[in-house]
């Protein structure tokens, strides 16, 4: 059971890296779900992802306090939109350039949602 909670971790870990780079994918439910993988499966590996100088303050402060800081945030919608846009501008049909907007709306409203850290 321990390999399996590895090797999902360390697919989640993969997704929630792509994600910081494509907005459509979630970053925080990925590195949130490796770290719980890598809890159960291997403290070794947990331990080395809450150290790490980046995601592990990222995660801390998450499953702590459920906030986002506001430089993360505007890092976060600034970046969805502009590839959403793009994509918009790439795309000729008009449902998906809908489907498109729905969808960054969505994920802007969920990221909003959380507390901003202070």
């Not at 976060?76 to 709306?105: N, Q, Y």
């Amino acid at each position: 059971m321990n390999i399996l909670l590895i090797i999902l971790g360390g697919i989640s870990l993969g997704l929630g890296i792509l994600g910081m780079f494509l907005p459509v994918i979630p970053t925080t439910p990925f590195l949130l779900l490796t770290a719980w993988c890598w809890f159960k499966g291997s403290p070794k590996l947990y331990g080395r992802l809450m150290s790490h100088p980046k995601a592990g303050p990222y995660i801390r402060d998450f499953r702590e306090h459920r906030s986002i800081s506001r430089r993360v945030k505007a890092v976060s919608i600034s970046t969805l939109w502009l590839t959403v846009a793009i994509s918009i501008a790439a795309v000729s049909l008009l449902w998906l350039r809908i489907l498109l907007a729905v969808i960054a709306a969505g994920v802007t409203w969920h990221i909003l949602s959380f507390k901003t850290k202070k």
